[in-house]
Protein backbone atom coordinates (compact mmCIF):
# COMPACT_ATOMS: atom_id res chain seq x y z
CA UNK A 1 0.00 0.00 0.00
CA UNK A 2 1.57 3.13 -0.87
CA UNK A 3 1.85 6.23 1.28
CA UNK A 4 0.07 9.17 0.31
CA UNK A 5 2.44 11.98 1.38
CA UNK A 6 1.61 15.78 2.11
CA UNK A 7 2.79 18.60 -0.68
CA UNK A 8 4.52 19.81 2.78
CA UNK A 9 7.71 18.30 1.06
CA UNK A 10 7.43 20.26 -1.96
CA UNK A 11 8.15 23.60 -2.06
CA UNK A 12 5.92 26.29 -3.11
CA UNK A 13 6.98 26.86 -6.63
CA UNK A 14 7.07 23.06 -7.02
CA UNK A 15 3.26 22.77 -5.79
CA UNK A 16 2.51 25.59 -7.69
CA UNK A 17 3.55 23.66 -10.93
CA UNK A 18 1.96 20.68 -9.75
CA UNK A 19 -1.23 21.92 -9.64
CA UNK A 20 -0.85 23.56 -12.88
CA UNK A 21 -0.49 20.65 -14.73
CA UNK A 22 -3.20 19.05 -12.77
CA UNK A 23 -5.63 22.04 -13.22
CA UNK A 24 -4.60 24.97 -14.98
CA UNK A 25 -5.48 25.46 -18.64
CA UNK A 26 -3.57 23.10 -20.65
CA UNK A 27 -3.72 25.31 -23.87
CA UNK A 28 -0.76 27.51 -21.79
CA UNK A 29 0.20 24.14 -19.50
CA UNK A 30 1.52 22.11 -22.13
CA UNK A 31 3.63 24.92 -24.28
CA UNK A 32 4.85 26.11 -20.79
CA UNK A 33 6.24 22.76 -19.97
CA UNK A 34 7.03 22.15 -23.24
CA UNK A 35 9.32 25.51 -24.61
CA UNK A 36 12.61 24.31 -22.36
CA UNK A 37 12.49 21.35 -23.70
CA UNK A 38 11.84 22.34 -27.09
CA UNK A 39 14.91 24.30 -26.95
CA UNK A 40 16.98 22.10 -25.66
CA UNK A 41 15.58 19.89 -28.03
CA UNK A 42 17.35 22.25 -30.81
CA UNK A 43 20.40 22.14 -28.94
CA UNK A 44 20.71 18.45 -29.33
CA UNK A 45 19.81 18.48 -32.84
CA UNK A 46 22.78 21.15 -33.31
CA UNK A 47 24.82 19.03 -31.75
CA UNK A 48 24.62 16.64 -34.42
CA UNK A 49 24.17 18.92 -37.12
CA UNK A 50 27.39 21.05 -35.54
CA UNK A 51 29.35 18.26 -35.87
CA UNK A 52 28.36 17.71 -39.53
CA UNK A 53 29.20 21.08 -40.63
CA UNK A 54 32.64 21.23 -39.06
CA UNK A 55 33.24 16.96 -40.25
CA UNK A 56 32.29 18.15 -43.76
CA UNK A 57 35.97 20.41 -43.07
CA UNK A 58 37.63 17.13 -43.09
CA UNK A 59 36.42 14.94 -45.50
CA UNK A 60 33.25 13.17 -46.98
CA UNK A 61 34.54 9.91 -45.84
CA UNK A 62 34.80 11.23 -42.43
CA UNK A 63 30.47 12.15 -43.12
CA UNK A 64 30.09 9.42 -43.88
CA UNK A 65 31.62 7.46 -40.77
CA UNK A 66 29.60 9.62 -38.68
CA UNK A 67 26.42 9.37 -40.13
CA UNK A 68 26.72 5.57 -39.97
CA UNK A 69 28.26 6.02 -35.96
CA UNK A 70 25.78 8.19 -34.68
CA UNK A 71 22.57 6.14 -35.73
CA UNK A 72 24.47 3.31 -34.05
CA UNK A 73 25.25 5.30 -30.95
CA UNK A 74 21.13 6.27 -31.30
CA UNK A 75 20.29 2.90 -31.06
CA UNK A 76 22.48 1.79 -28.30
CA UNK A 77 21.31 5.14 -26.19
CA UNK A 78 17.85 3.73 -26.48
CA UNK A 79 18.87 1.28 -23.78
CA UNK A 80 19.85 3.57 -21.13
CA UNK A 81 17.39 6.30 -21.99
CA UNK A 82 14.26 3.62 -22.74
CA UNK A 83 14.68 2.28 -18.82
CA UNK A 84 14.64 6.18 -17.69
CA UNK A 85 11.58 6.65 -19.87
CA UNK A 86 9.57 3.99 -17.79
CA UNK A 87 10.73 5.26 -15.26
CA UNK A 88 9.84 8.54 -15.44
CA UNK A 89 6.03 7.63 -16.30
CA UNK A 90 5.64 5.80 -12.86
CA UNK A 91 7.66 8.60 -11.00
CA UNK A 92 5.57 11.75 -12.82
CA UNK A 93 2.15 8.81 -11.76
CA UNK A 94 3.06 8.75 -7.89
CA UNK A 95 3.89 12.59 -8.30
CA UNK A 96 0.65 13.19 -9.33
CA UNK A 97 -1.29 11.36 -7.25
CA UNK A 98 1.13 12.98 -3.79
CA UNK A 99 2.61 9.91 -2.96
CA UNK A 100 6.30 11.22 -2.61
CA UNK A 101 7.72 8.37 -1.12
CA UNK A 102 6.69 6.27 -4.04
CA UNK A 103 8.12 8.55 -6.49
CA UNK A 104 11.18 8.64 -4.79
CA UNK A 105 12.13 4.91 -4.54
CA UNK A 106 11.09 4.44 -8.05
CA UNK A 107 13.30 7.32 -8.93
CA UNK A 108 16.64 5.34 -7.50
CA UNK A 109 15.46 1.82 -9.24
CA UNK A 110 15.41 3.45 -12.37
CA UNK A 111 18.97 5.18 -11.99
CA UNK A 112 20.41 1.98 -10.68
CA UNK A 113 18.89 -0.07 -13.36
CA UNK A 114 19.67 2.64 -16.07
CA UNK A 115 23.64 2.78 -15.10
CA UNK A 116 23.97 -0.53 -15.10
CA UNK A 117 22.62 -1.50 -18.56
CA UNK A 118 24.64 1.55 -19.47
CA UNK A 119 27.61 -0.04 -18.22
CA UNK A 120 27.56 -3.09 -19.94
CA UNK A 121 26.54 -2.03 -23.37
CA UNK A 122 29.44 0.50 -23.53
CA UNK A 123 31.87 -2.36 -22.24
CA UNK A 124 30.74 -4.58 -24.84
CA UNK A 125 30.58 -2.05 -27.85
CA UNK A 126 34.13 -0.79 -27.04
CA UNK A 127 35.29 -4.12 -27.04
CA UNK A 128 34.04 -4.84 -30.07
CA UNK A 129 33.71 -2.15 -31.84
CA UNK A 130 35.14 -2.96 -35.47
CA UNK A 131 33.62 -6.46 -35.47
CA UNK A 132 30.44 -4.58 -35.00
CA UNK A 133 31.04 -1.85 -37.54
CA UNK A 134 31.99 -4.71 -40.39
CA UNK A 135 28.88 -6.77 -38.75
CA UNK A 136 26.60 -3.94 -40.07
CA UNK A 137 27.82 -3.70 -43.10
CA UNK A 138 30.24 -0.59 -42.48
CA UNK A 139 32.43 0.28 -45.79
CA UNK A 140 35.82 -0.17 -44.98
CA UNK A 141 36.85 3.88 -45.40
CA UNK A 142 34.06 4.18 -42.53
CA UNK A 143 35.83 1.97 -40.23
CA UNK A 144 39.24 3.51 -40.99
CA UNK A 145 37.90 7.07 -40.65
CA UNK A 146 35.37 6.66 -37.75
CA UNK A 147 36.60 4.08 -35.10
CA UNK A 148 38.45 6.05 -32.69
CA UNK A 149 34.92 8.30 -33.06
CA UNK A 150 32.81 5.14 -32.31
CA UNK A 151 34.59 3.67 -28.99
CA UNK A 152 34.81 7.66 -27.63
CA UNK A 153 30.08 7.98 -28.80
CA UNK A 154 29.72 4.34 -27.01
CA UNK A 155 31.12 5.60 -24.00
CA UNK A 156 29.01 8.94 -24.50
CA UNK A 157 26.26 6.61 -24.13
CA UNK A 158 26.67 5.75 -20.33
CA UNK A 159 26.93 9.65 -19.33
CA UNK A 160 23.93 10.35 -21.58
CA UNK A 161 22.02 6.76 -19.77
CA UNK A 162 22.33 9.08 -16.74
CA UNK A 163 21.73 12.29 -17.68
CA UNK A 164 18.13 10.94 -19.18
CA UNK A 165 17.18 9.64 -16.00
CA UNK A 166 18.07 13.02 -14.62
CA UNK A 167 16.02 15.25 -17.26
CA UNK A 168 13.10 12.37 -17.09
CA UNK A 169 13.07 13.06 -12.66
CA UNK A 170 12.75 16.63 -13.73
CA UNK A 171 10.38 16.56 -16.43
CA UNK A 172 8.22 14.10 -14.50
CA UNK A 173 7.90 17.21 -12.13
CA UNK A 174 7.54 20.06 -14.82
CA UNK A 175 10.99 21.62 -14.25
CA UNK A 176 11.91 22.02 -17.89
CA UNK A 177 13.59 25.41 -16.89
CA UNK A 178 16.68 23.52 -15.06
CA UNK A 179 16.66 21.26 -17.89
CA UNK A 180 17.24 24.05 -20.30
CA UNK A 181 19.38 26.01 -18.48
CA UNK A 182 22.14 23.43 -17.93
CA UNK A 183 22.14 22.47 -21.02
CA UNK A 184 22.94 25.73 -22.29
CA UNK A 185 25.97 25.51 -20.82
CA UNK A 186 26.59 21.63 -21.87
CA UNK A 187 26.02 23.29 -25.67
CA UNK A 188 28.54 26.23 -25.10
CA UNK A 189 31.04 23.36 -24.24
CA UNK A 190 30.47 21.31 -27.01
CA UNK A 191 30.67 23.89 -29.32
CA UNK A 192 33.84 25.59 -27.88
CA UNK A 193 35.73 22.51 -27.71
CA UNK A 194 34.92 21.23 -31.26
CA UNK A 195 35.55 24.28 -33.18
CA UNK A 196 38.91 24.32 -30.56
CA UNK A 197 39.73 21.00 -31.33
CA UNK A 198 38.75 20.63 -35.45
CA UNK A 199 39.80 24.38 -36.15
CA UNK A 200 42.46 25.61 -33.79
CA UNK A 201 44.77 22.06 -33.44
CA UNK A 202 43.60 20.75 -36.25
CA UNK A 203 42.34 17.21 -35.14
CA UNK A 204 39.68 15.10 -36.32
CA UNK A 205 37.01 13.29 -35.93
CA UNK A 206 38.04 11.57 -32.24
CA UNK A 207 38.17 14.81 -30.94
CA UNK A 208 34.32 15.70 -32.11
CA UNK A 209 33.56 13.25 -29.86
CA UNK A 210 35.37 13.78 -27.41
CA UNK A 211 34.24 17.23 -26.69
CA UNK A 212 30.64 15.93 -26.50
CA UNK A 213 32.06 13.34 -24.12
CA UNK A 214 33.07 16.27 -21.86
CA UNK A 215 29.78 18.47 -22.52
CA UNK A 216 27.97 15.08 -21.27
CA UNK A 217 30.41 14.83 -18.56
CA UNK A 218 29.53 18.20 -16.85
CA UNK A 219 25.86 18.06 -17.18
CA UNK A 220 26.10 14.52 -15.34
CA UNK A 221 28.57 15.78 -12.48
CA UNK A 222 25.61 18.81 -12.18
CA UNK A 223 22.70 16.30 -12.41
CA UNK A 224 24.40 14.01 -9.64
CA UNK A 225 24.43 16.92 -7.61
CA UNK A 226 21.09 17.42 -7.98
CA UNK A 227 19.41 13.82 -8.15
CA UNK A 228 21.04 13.06 -4.67
CA UNK A 229 20.57 16.74 -2.93
CA UNK A 230 18.51 17.44 -0.24
CA UNK A 231 16.87 19.78 -1.02
CA UNK A 232 15.04 17.70 -4.58
CA UNK A 233 11.98 16.71 -3.57
CA UNK A 234 12.61 12.92 -5.74
CA UNK A 235 15.50 13.01 -3.70
CA UNK A 236 17.42 9.58 -4.76
CA UNK A 237 18.49 7.81 -1.77
CA UNK A 238 21.23 5.44 -1.19
CA UNK A 239 19.13 2.98 0.42
CA UNK A 240 17.03 2.85 -2.49
CA UNK A 241 19.34 2.00 -4.87
CA UNK A 242 20.03 -1.81 -4.65
CA UNK A 243 17.29 -3.11 -6.97
CA UNK A 244 14.22 -4.22 -5.85
CA UNK A 245 11.94 -6.74 -7.73
CA UNK A 246 8.75 -4.99 -6.64
CA UNK A 247 9.99 -2.07 -8.64
CA UNK A 248 11.41 -3.51 -11.22
CA UNK A 249 8.78 -5.06 -12.65
CA UNK A 250 6.42 -2.25 -13.41
CA UNK A 251 9.42 -0.40 -14.77
CA UNK A 252 10.80 -2.99 -16.86
CA UNK A 253 6.71 -3.74 -18.07
CA UNK A 254 7.18 -0.07 -19.50
CA UNK A 255 10.99 0.29 -20.00
CA UNK A 256 11.53 -2.94 -22.25
CA UNK A 257 9.01 -2.31 -25.09
CA UNK A 258 10.42 1.20 -24.98
CA UNK A 259 14.00 1.04 -25.62
CA UNK A 260 13.60 -2.59 -27.36
CA UNK A 261 11.37 -0.42 -29.96
CA UNK A 262 13.85 2.40 -30.35
CA UNK A 263 16.66 0.18 -30.24
CA UNK A 264 15.23 -1.59 -33.37
CA UNK A 265 13.88 1.21 -35.47
CA UNK A 266 17.18 3.23 -34.59
CA UNK A 267 19.33 -0.18 -35.96
CA UNK A 268 16.70 0.11 -39.14
CA UNK A 269 18.35 3.45 -39.70
CA UNK A 270 21.71 1.90 -39.51
CA UNK A 271 20.83 -1.04 -41.51
CA UNK A 272 19.21 1.36 -44.03
CA UNK A 273 22.21 3.09 -44.30
CA UNK A 274 24.46 -0.49 -44.81
CA UNK A 275 22.08 -0.16 -47.94
CA UNK A 276 23.17 2.93 -48.99
CA UNK A 277 26.57 2.05 -49.06
CA UNK A 278 25.02 0.16 -52.01
CA UNK A 279 24.87 3.80 -54.03
CA UNK A 280 28.29 4.49 -52.63
CA UNK A 281 29.63 6.68 -49.18
CA UNK A 282 28.83 9.68 -50.96
CA UNK A 283 25.26 8.35 -50.60
CA UNK A 284 25.53 7.74 -47.39
CA UNK A 285 26.82 10.88 -46.21
CA UNK A 286 24.16 12.93 -48.42
CA UNK A 287 21.70 10.59 -46.92
CA UNK A 288 22.92 11.56 -43.17
CA UNK A 289 23.02 15.37 -44.18
CA UNK A 290 19.28 14.87 -45.74
CA UNK A 291 18.24 13.86 -42.38
CA UNK A 292 20.02 16.37 -40.59
CA UNK A 293 18.40 19.15 -42.50
CA UNK A 294 14.79 18.04 -41.58
CA UNK A 295 15.70 16.94 -38.15
CA UNK A 296 15.30 20.48 -36.42
CA UNK A 297 11.67 20.75 -37.16
CA UNK A 298 11.59 17.26 -36.22
CA UNK A 299 13.32 17.50 -32.86
CA UNK A 300 11.23 21.20 -32.21
CA UNK A 301 7.87 19.01 -33.00
CA UNK A 302 8.86 15.71 -31.33
CA UNK A 303 9.90 17.28 -27.91
CA UNK A 304 5.65 18.03 -27.15
CA UNK A 305 5.82 14.09 -26.48
CA UNK A 306 8.26 14.36 -23.72
CA UNK A 307 6.22 16.86 -21.76
CA UNK A 308 2.67 15.04 -23.49
CA UNK A 309 3.71 11.87 -21.61
CA UNK A 310 4.39 13.97 -18.27
CA UNK A 311 1.19 15.36 -18.08
CA UNK A 312 -0.87 12.62 -18.66
CA UNK A 313 0.92 10.65 -16.51
CA UNK A 314 0.11 12.94 -13.59
CA UNK A 315 -3.31 13.65 -14.10
CA UNK A 316 -3.60 9.45 -14.66
CA UNK A 317 -2.65 9.38 -11.33
CA UNK A 318 -4.57 12.32 -10.28
CA UNK A 319 -7.84 10.33 -11.58
CA UNK A 320 -8.95 12.76 -14.03
CA UNK A 321 -8.80 10.60 -17.92
CA UNK A 322 -11.00 13.13 -19.68
CA UNK A 323 -8.00 15.75 -19.31
CA UNK A 324 -5.40 12.93 -19.86
CA UNK A 325 -6.60 12.49 -23.74
CA UNK A 326 -7.21 16.04 -23.99
CA UNK A 327 -3.67 16.92 -23.36
CA UNK A 328 -3.13 14.53 -26.13
CA UNK A 329 -5.20 16.48 -28.70
CA UNK A 330 -3.56 20.01 -27.88
CA UNK A 331 0.22 18.46 -27.75
CA UNK A 332 -1.09 16.65 -31.03
CA UNK A 333 -2.15 20.22 -32.89
CA UNK A 334 0.99 22.26 -31.36
CA UNK A 335 3.31 19.64 -32.95
CA UNK A 336 1.81 19.74 -35.98
CA UNK A 337 1.76 23.78 -36.48
CA UNK A 338 5.56 23.42 -34.98
CA UNK A 339 6.81 20.77 -37.82
CA UNK A 340 4.98 22.34 -40.76
CA UNK A 341 6.11 25.90 -40.10
CA UNK A 342 9.58 24.27 -39.28
CA UNK A 343 9.69 22.35 -42.59
CA UNK A 344 8.44 25.80 -44.33
CA UNK A 345 11.58 27.50 -43.10
CA UNK A 346 14.02 24.73 -44.12
CA UNK A 347 12.87 24.54 -47.77
CA UNK A 348 12.85 28.31 -48.32
CA UNK A 349 16.30 28.93 -46.91
CA UNK A 350 17.29 25.70 -48.56
CA UNK A 351 19.84 27.32 -51.02
CA UNK A 352 21.68 28.82 -48.11
CA UNK A 353 21.65 25.74 -45.82
CA UNK A 354 23.21 22.97 -48.48
CA UNK A 355 26.43 24.66 -49.21
CA UNK A 356 27.59 24.66 -45.52
CA UNK A 357 28.27 21.10 -45.80
CA UNK A 358 30.12 21.00 -49.59
CA UNK A 359 31.76 23.11 -52.08
CA UNK A 360 29.21 24.92 -53.98
CA UNK A 361 30.87 23.79 -57.22
CA UNK A 362 30.17 20.16 -56.33
CA UNK A 363 27.09 19.75 -58.25
CA UNK A 364 27.00 15.90 -57.97
CA UNK A 365 26.73 15.94 -54.05
CA UNK A 366 24.10 19.12 -54.18
CA UNK A 367 21.82 17.00 -56.62
CA UNK A 368 22.12 13.73 -54.52
CA UNK A 369 21.54 16.05 -51.17
CA UNK A 370 18.42 17.42 -53.24
CA UNK A 371 16.89 14.51 -54.11
CA UNK A 372 16.95 12.55 -50.91
CA UNK A 373 15.14 15.61 -49.18
CA UNK A 374 12.93 16.43 -51.18
CA UNK A 375 10.89 13.40 -49.95
CA UNK A 376 12.51 12.92 -46.57
CA UNK A 377 11.42 16.01 -45.43
CA UNK A 378 8.15 14.99 -44.96
CA UNK A 379 9.20 12.85 -42.08
CA UNK A 380 9.25 16.44 -39.38
CA UNK A 381 5.56 16.12 -39.81
CA UNK A 382 4.62 12.28 -39.85
CA UNK A 383 7.11 11.12 -37.48
CA UNK A 384 6.06 14.23 -34.77
CA UNK A 385 2.68 12.27 -35.41
CA UNK A 386 3.74 8.91 -34.79
CA UNK A 387 5.85 10.74 -31.35
CA UNK A 388 2.66 11.89 -30.04
CA UNK A 389 0.45 8.68 -30.58
CA UNK A 390 3.35 7.01 -28.87
CA UNK A 391 3.65 9.60 -25.96
CA UNK A 392 0.10 8.78 -25.28
CA UNK A 393 0.64 5.19 -24.97
CA UNK A 394 3.31 5.19 -22.87
CA UNK A 395 1.95 7.84 -20.71
CA UNK A 396 -1.03 5.69 -20.35
CA UNK A 397 1.65 2.61 -19.42
CA UNK A 398 0.68 1.06 -23.17
CA UNK A 399 4.42 0.71 -24.02
CA UNK A 400 3.89 -2.35 -26.10
CA UNK A 401 2.11 -0.19 -28.56
CA UNK A 402 4.81 1.85 -28.73
CA UNK A 403 6.82 -0.94 -29.45
CA UNK A 404 4.49 -2.47 -32.34
CA UNK A 405 4.60 0.93 -34.16
CA UNK A 406 8.56 1.11 -34.10
CA UNK A 407 8.56 -2.27 -35.35
CA UNK A 408 5.93 -2.16 -37.99
CA UNK A 409 7.52 1.08 -39.58
CA UNK A 410 11.02 -0.81 -39.53
CA UNK A 411 10.33 -4.38 -40.58
CA UNK A 412 6.90 -4.27 -42.35
CA UNK A 413 7.12 -0.90 -44.67
CA UNK A 414 10.90 0.60 -44.32
CA UNK A 415 13.22 -2.30 -44.94
CA UNK A 416 10.86 -4.19 -47.30
CA UNK A 417 9.95 -1.20 -49.51
CA UNK A 418 14.00 -0.21 -49.97
CA UNK A 419 14.89 -3.71 -50.93
CA UNK A 420 11.96 -3.59 -53.34
CA UNK A 421 13.46 -0.09 -54.74
CA UNK A 422 16.89 -1.97 -55.08
CA UNK A 423 15.00 -4.66 -56.30
CA UNK A 424 14.00 -2.30 -59.04
CA UNK A 425 17.52 -0.70 -59.77
CA UNK A 426 15.87 2.47 -58.12
CA UNK A 427 19.33 5.33 -57.87
CA UNK A 428 19.70 6.93 -54.74
CA UNK A 429 16.57 8.87 -54.49
CA UNK A 430 15.26 5.04 -53.05
CA UNK A 431 16.84 6.64 -49.84
CA UNK A 432 13.88 9.60 -50.01
CA UNK A 433 11.54 7.32 -50.78
CA UNK A 434 11.71 4.94 -48.35
CA UNK A 435 11.39 7.33 -45.51
CA UNK A 436 8.39 9.12 -46.94
CA UNK A 437 6.61 5.45 -47.60
CA UNK A 438 7.75 3.81 -43.80
CA UNK A 439 6.54 7.16 -41.97
CA UNK A 440 3.17 7.88 -43.52
CA UNK A 441 2.01 4.39 -43.46
CA UNK A 442 3.35 4.06 -39.79
CA UNK A 443 1.30 7.11 -38.88
CA UNK A 444 -1.84 6.25 -40.56
CA UNK A 445 -1.72 2.83 -38.77
CA UNK A 446 -1.09 4.98 -34.99
CA UNK A 447 -3.99 7.21 -35.73
CA UNK A 448 -6.20 3.65 -36.54
CA UNK A 449 -4.80 2.62 -33.08
CA UNK A 450 -5.31 5.79 -31.52
CA UNK A 451 -8.70 6.02 -32.26
CA UNK A 452 -9.77 2.45 -31.04
CA UNK A 453 -8.29 3.38 -28.09
CA UNK A 454 -9.59 6.74 -27.07
CA UNK A 455 -13.63 5.37 -28.50
CA UNK A 456 -12.83 1.89 -26.05
CA UNK A 457 -11.71 4.33 -23.46
CA UNK A 458 -14.69 6.67 -23.73
CA UNK A 459 -17.16 3.70 -23.99
CA UNK A 460 -16.32 2.09 -21.27
CA UNK A 461 -13.56 4.02 -19.33
CA UNK A 462 -9.72 3.00 -18.60
CA UNK A 463 -8.64 0.55 -15.63
CA UNK A 464 -11.17 2.02 -12.81
CA UNK A 465 -11.52 5.67 -14.78
CA UNK A 466 -13.98 6.84 -16.12
CA UNK A 467 -14.52 10.44 -18.64
CA UNK A 468 -15.98 13.29 -16.61
Do not use: C
Not at 335 to 343: A, D, E, H, Q
Amino acid sequence: METIVSEKQLSEKESRRRNRILSGNLWSVIPYITAPLAIYALFNYLYGFFDLVVVSFIGKNEVASIVFIDEIKTAITAFGVGIASGGTVLVARHYGAGSINEAKKNAAQSFSMALMVALVVVLLTVSFGSQILRLLNAPEVVIQAGLGYFNIQMMTTAIIAVNSVFIGLEKAKGNTILILILNIVAMIIKLGLTALFVFGLNKGTEFVALATLIAQGSLMLVGLAVMFSKNNSLQISFKDLSLKRDYIKPILAISIPVFTGKFLFSMGKVFVNSMAAFYGPLAVAAFGIAMKLGGGAGALAQVFEDSETSIISQNLGNRNLSRAFKTYGIAQFYSFIVSVLGILLIVMNLEHILPLFTDTQDVEYLNMLGDIFRWERYSAITSSGIAMITGLFIGFRKANVAFFLNITRLFVFRIPTLLIMLKLNVDYSALGYVMFVSNTATLIVAISLMLVFYFRSKAYGYKDLLFN
